[in-house]
């Protein structure tokens, strides 16, 4: 929650209110340790990572360490720096109007000195929210070094100030970022020129433009992320930036199932409104997701992004909202058959290896269905569906598919006597009660038999908008 800005609008009334100035790697130093100390989690909404990626984080932070992320695709790099946000102080006082936000206490451009010694004590504050004091930049091939450190401005020079007026400046992303976080992604699509300029604001803390050499004590926290495949493919981090970083940390997938799951619930808009996406729908696209990861079919230096079972997760829930809308049912639940529409357009996500060339669609099914088993086993074991498995092997038949309602899917169920598999079917996947509509039970019936059919207990027979199994 947001509070308000404090009302003190003068130099002197800053003064008076005993506020102390810090530099911004003590004010990120105290407040990770003040989190820390309470028991409070800095980094909310981050999975997977905390044994790990984040404990090298937090030291580099409380040594005062710029720093760089290393790691694939979908791996959380860009969530982590934006996290650093929340280390800030919620408000922090600047010169008002000042173009590089100078605490009133310490003015460091030319125009700001002018301005505190004409004004004293009746020099204009303002309060910069910390969601101001971040600023991100996606490293491109054409990124210049006036984009990120500044160059002479034209117009202030046909205003008639000289070249050699540091006031003909305008200043670039880094330094308009003092007191604050500058974090560049992809840093190696970075050309070399560019990296070679921020040298000196990184080690120096001082400005190179054209021939100037600005003073200037910029206050300034550098963090950046790369994928070490750039460091042979489109670029690489010169050796002299690299050395400038403090804390070089690698970053992973999940290693945990659980992890992976809720990052999937977590990031994916699942239309939670208006569709149910059962659990084990998504515990089979995180196995689904971790079994690409180790595939040898699969392109491993270029990973499998998170974003892959979290788009997954999506289309499935849209599969079942069409469904649903199509055929009047009052609520939409995915099931079982939904899965096949992800892999229908999640392929173009996954980079292959050269030699599997026609074989993309068969290598997904194929994962696919191994994840399924898993969860399958997972849910179910133990439990006896000789019943069932012997009313199919007479004769009878269940019909699904993604034109097939769930009342259609249970109202097409064998009679099993006075057995009550159904419900424990139900139960093992929707807990106590088992379920309270036909959507729900309807999934888990369907996980059940999709089950049987991956053990070879039963068979399976799909035209695309029908599947059989008997």
């Known amino acids: 929650m947001t509070t308000s800005a404090p009302a003190i609008t003068t130099l002197g009334a800053l003064r008076a ?3 102390q100035q810090q530099t911004l790697r003590a004010e990120l130093r105290t407040n990770l340790l003040d989190r820390l100390a309470r028991g409070e989690n800095p980094w909310p909404g981050l999975h997977g990572l905390e044994d790990t990626v984040i404990p090298q984080l937090e030291r580099a932070i409380i040594a005062g360490h ?5 790691g694939e695709r979908g791996q959380g790099k860009t969530r982590l720096l934006r996290t650093l946000i929340g280390l800030l102080d919620e408000w922090t006082p600047v010169i008002d109007g000042s173009e590089l936000g100078e605490h009133p206490y310490e003015p460091i451009t030319v125009a700001s000195r002018r301005r505190a010694a004409e004004l004293g004590d009746e020099l204009p504050v303002a309060w910069r929210h910390r969601s101001e004091r971040y600023a991100e930049k996606l490293a491109t091939p054409d990124t210049s070094v006036a984009d990120l450190i500044g160059d002479v401005d034209p117009m202030k020079v046909a205003e008639g100030r000289s070249l050699g007026d540091p006031e003909t400046i305008h200043f670039g992303l880094i330094p308009r970022s003092h007191r604050g976080i500058v974090a560049i992604n992809e840093l190696p699509d970075l050309a070399e020129r560019i990296q070679v300029a921020m040298l000196n604001v990184m080690e120096e803390r001082d400005i190179q433009i054209r021939g100037y050499v600005l003073r200037l004590p910029l206050d300034v926290f550098v963090v950046a992320s790369a994928n070490p495949e750039d460091y042979t493919n489109r670029g690489r981090i010169i050796t002299p930036l690299k050395d400038r970083f403090g804390a070089e940390i690698r970053t992973h997938y ?7 799951i809720a990052v999937i619930r977590q990031e994916a808009d699942l239309l939670t409104e208006q569709v149910d996406v059962p659990d084990f729908l ?6 689904f997701t971790r079994n690409l990861r180790e595939s040898s079919a699969v392109d491993q ?4 992004s998170a974003r892959f079972a979290i788009a997954g997760a999506e289309t499935v829930a849209a599969a079942a909202l069409r469904r649903a809308t199509i055929h009047g049912e ?5 099931r079982v058959v939904d899965l096949e529409t992800a892999v229908d357009v999640l392929g173009g996500k996954i980079e292959f290896e050269s030699g599997e060339e026609g074989r993309e669609n068969e290598i997904l099914t194929h994962l696919l269905r191994t994840a399924t ?9 133990g439990l006896d569906f000789a019943l069932l498995v012997g009313a199919i092997e007479e004769g009878a038949t269940v019909t699904t598919g993604g034109a097939v309602t769930a009342r259609d899917v249970l109202t097409g169920l064998p009679v099993l006597g006075e057995s009550d598999l159904y419900d424990q079917v139900c139960e093992r996947v929707n807990g106590t009660g088992g379920g309270t509509t036909d959507g729900e039970r309807a999934a888990a019936i369907e996980l059940a038999l999709e089950g049987l059919f991956l053990a070879r207990k039963i068979g399976k027979d799909s035209d695309g908008s029908e599947t059989v199994y008997g």
């Not at 710029?66 to 290393?70: E, K, Q, R």
Request: no cysteine; net charge neutral.
């Open 254 to 260: 999940p290693n945990a199932l659980s992890a992976e």
């Open 301 to 304: 230096r270029s990973g499998v």
């Open 330 to 334: 009052d609520r939409a639940v995915a």
């Open 373 to 381: 088993a898993e969860t399958v086993r997972e849910r179910f074991r």
């Open 66 to 70: 710029d720093v760089v992320l290393l």
């Open 17 to 19: 209110s005993g506020h």
């Open 282 to 287: 998504v515990e089979i696209l995180a196995r």
